[in-house]
């Protein structure tokens, strides 16, 4: 998730007297205030037993909760201290990559799963927690099921799930729908129907910020899971040979296309960038009837739109299931967490810190509260009894339901590959919704860099 950087830094800028706003951007991509990199104290008690280090990113509105989460464990924990360190988002990227590689990792690795995770595995840098959660089954039982696909790696799991949730979402405008005079869609082929209704009337049915290429991606990432399920991606992530070329997947960017033929999209989508949040106001300006953007854009919407979210405009919906497609519409895809990982290279010493830290500090129950607090979703079951009394109650709730729910939570094909095949993939999507590849040229283009 490169590429959302620059777009959550810019709202995170623009929306910081949000509460929500602000804890909708606190995915790993959120552009963090400047810190230096400096240290931050984990427990000024300074017990006399080991310590561990742990570095994550800095700025609101994340490091606080994860600061005070090391507090209360260093004092709970005078023999076995964790010292951190918070380190601004770009700098993270650079130091975290530099100091696994010379093997002097943190004994605990803040990250973002996927793809970055799977190359720390096949270095042979991070710890196999495969063993470690089955004998700790009530720490794994607690947090939502779908939060550790992104954490495992050829079924087995190298890292501990964390901190909030951000599901994709179907985002639609009330108004506009009441004054065209139709519901939202049940099934793809409703979508199908509506972009005819809403042409006709001179709205687009969808706003897009396509020149930023991840907005593009999302598409494609509900297509292939509701038309193949959510194995044909898996095939791709697990490095199987030939996997872009799976019928589902052809399906899914050849319908992918007669959208953008069909004039699914505002005219000139591919020179609207998510970055200046262009594509968030076509849909409260009700030039556009619908929008697919992460759970995020509630708080952009709700700071920059106006009266538009608090007056009921906005309403939300998982992805409908595409009319006889093999996948389950529950489930969902986006960010499915955050994560933790433990340095093969920390003492022994240092990983039973580590894993104390993670059984018994990870989400306590302060923690969640700070999350909620701040506007997340904490992947905790049963943390939406935290919502009560909050304005943003219903659509906490419903960001809960669908990622508690949802039996896989794919992670954003963009995190879940590596960098190198990340680039190739944003690239070739900018080229399909141009029009100037076909759907076999794409899968033959990211059959190339399978693996890589």
């Given at each position: 998730?490169?590429?959302?950087?620059?777009?959550?830094?810019?709202?995170?800028?623009?929306?910081?007297?949000?509460?929500?706003?602000?804890?909708?951007?606190?995915?790993?991509?959120?552009?963090?205030?400047?810190?230096?990199?400096?240290?931050?104290?984990?427990?000024?008690?300074?017990?006399?037993?080991?310590?561990?280090?742990?570095?994550?990113?800095?700025?609101?509105?994340?490091?606080?909760?994860?600061?005070?989460?090391?507090?209360?464990?260093?004092?709970?924990?005078?023999?076995?201290?964790?010292?951190?360190?918070?380190?601004?988002?770009?700098?993270?990227?650079?130091?975290?990559?530099?100091?696994?590689?010379?093997?002097?990792?943190?004994?605990?690795?803040?990250?973002?799963?996927?793809?970055?995770?799977?190359?720390?595995?096949?270095?042979?840098?991070?710890?196999?927690?495969?063993?470690?959660?089955?004998?700790?089954?009530?720490?794994?039982?607690?947090?939502?099921?779908?939060?550790?696909?992104?954490?495992?790696?050829?079924?087995?799991?190298?890292?501990?799930?964390?901190?909030?949730?951000?599901?994709?979402?179907?985002?639609?405008?009330?108004?506009?729908?009441?004054?065209?005079?139709?519901?939202?869609?049940?099934?793809?082929?409703?979508?199908?129907?509506?972009?005819?209704?809403?042409?006709?009337?001179?709205?687009?049915?969808?706003?897009?910020?396509?020149?930023?290429?991840?907005?593009?991606?999302?598409?494609?990432?509900?297509?292939?899971?509701?038309?193949?399920?959510?194995?044909?991606?898996?095939?791709?992530?697990?490095?199987?040979?030939?996997?872009?070329?799976?019928?589902a997947s052809i399906e899914a960017?050849?319908?992918?296309?007669?959208?953008?033929?069909?004039?699914?999209?505002?005219?000139?989508?591919?020179?609207?960038?998510?970055?200046?949040?262009?594509?968030?106001?076509?849909?409260?300006?009700?030039?556009?009837?619908?929008?697919?953007?992460?759970?995020?854009?509630?708080?952009?919407?709700?700071?920059?739109?106006?009266?538009?979210?608090?007056?009921?405009?906005?309403?939300?919906?998982?992805?409908?299931?595409?009319?006889?497609?093999?996948?389950?519409?529950?489930?969902?895809?986006?960010?499915?967490?955050?994560?933790?990982?433990?340095?093969?290279?920390?003492?022994?010493?240092?990983?039973?810190?580590?894993?104390?830290?993670?059984?018994?500090?990870?989400?306590?129950?302060?923690?969640?509260?700070?999350?909620?607090?701040?506007g997340g979703v904490p992947i905790?079951?049963?943390?939406?009894?935290?919502?009560?009394?909050?304005?943003?109650?219903?659509?906490?709730?419903?960001?809960?339901?669908?990622?508690?729910?949802?039996?896989?939570?794919?992670?954003?094909?963009?995190?879940?590959?590596?960098?190198?095949?990340?680039?190739?993939?944003?690239?070739?999507?900018?080229?399909?919704?141009?029009?100037?590849?076909?759907?076999?040229?794409?899968?033959?283009?990211?059959?190339?860099?399978?693996?890589?």
């Amino acid at each position: 998730m490169e590429s959302r950087t620059t777009s959550r830094r810019t709202f995170l800028s623009l929306s910081m007297g949000v509460p929500l706003g602000a804890a909708l951007a606190a995915c790993g991509t959120s552009g963090p205030a400047p810190s230096g990199g400096g240290a931050a104290s984990g427990g000024a008690a300074g017990g006399g037993g080991a310590k561990a280090s742990y570095w994550f990113l800095s700025g609101p509105p994340g490091e606080a909760p994860r600061t005070a989460a090391v507090q209360r464990f260093n004092k709970a924990n005078p023999n076995g201290q964790i010292d951190i360190t918070a380190i601004q988002n770009d700098a993270y990227k650079t130091k975290i990559k530099t100091a696994i590689g010379a093997g002097q990792a943190p004994t605990i690795i803040w990250g973002w799963g996927g793809g970055g995770l799977r190359s720390y595995v096949q270095a042979g840098q991070v710890e196999d927690l495969t063993s470690w959660f089955g004998e700790n089954a009530a720490v794994k039982d607690r947090l939502f099921p779908g939060a550790f696909g992104a954490a495992t790696i050829d079924n087995k799991i190298y890292a501990m799930p964390c901190e909030t949730v951000q599901p994709i979402v179907l985002f639609y405008n009330k108004k506009v729908f009441e004054q065209v005079g139709v519901q939202p869609p049940q099934s793809y082929g409703d979508i199908l129907d509506l972009v005819k209704k809403f042409n006709a009337k001179g709205i687009a049915p969808f706003s897009l910020g396509g020149q930023s290429r991840w907005t593009n991606m999302m598409w494609l990432e509900f297509l292939f899971d509701r038309i193949g399920g959510s194995e044909v991606f898996q095939a791709v992530f697990d490095g199987e040979k030939d996997a872009w070329n799976n019928p589902a997947s052809i399906e899914a960017l050849t319908k992918m296309q007669e959208l953008i033929k069909a004039n699914g999209f505002i005219k000139g989508f591919s020179s609207i960038t998510a970055d200046s949040n262009a594509d968030q106001a076509l849909l409260y300006t009700g030039k556009a009837a619908m929008m697919l953007h992460g759970s995020w854009s509630y708080g952009i919407q709700q700071a920059q739109g106006g009266d538009f979210v608090a007056s009921g405009g906005l309403g939300w919906m998982n992805f409908p299931p595409v009319d006889g497609g093999k996948g389950d519409p529950s489930d969902t895809v986006g960010n499915p967490g955050q994560y933790l990982s433990i340095s093969s290279k920390a003492t022994p010493e240092q990983k039973e810190i580590a894993k104390k830290f993670f059984a018994t500090g990870v989400l306590d129950d302060a923690e969640q509260k700070e999350w909620v607090g701040t506007g997340g979703v904490p992947i905790v079951k049963g943390s939406d009894s935290l919502f009560t009394g909050s304005k943003d109650a219903e659509f906490l709730n419903f960001i809960y339901g669908v990622a508690s729910n949802a039996k896989v939570f794919a992670q954003s094909w963009d995190q879940a590959l590596s960098p190198t095949a990340a680039e190739v993939l944003l690239d070739n999507i900018a080229k399909l919704f141009q029009l100037s590849i076909s759907p076999q040229q794409f899968a033959t283009n990211m059959n190339a860099v399978i693996g890589k």
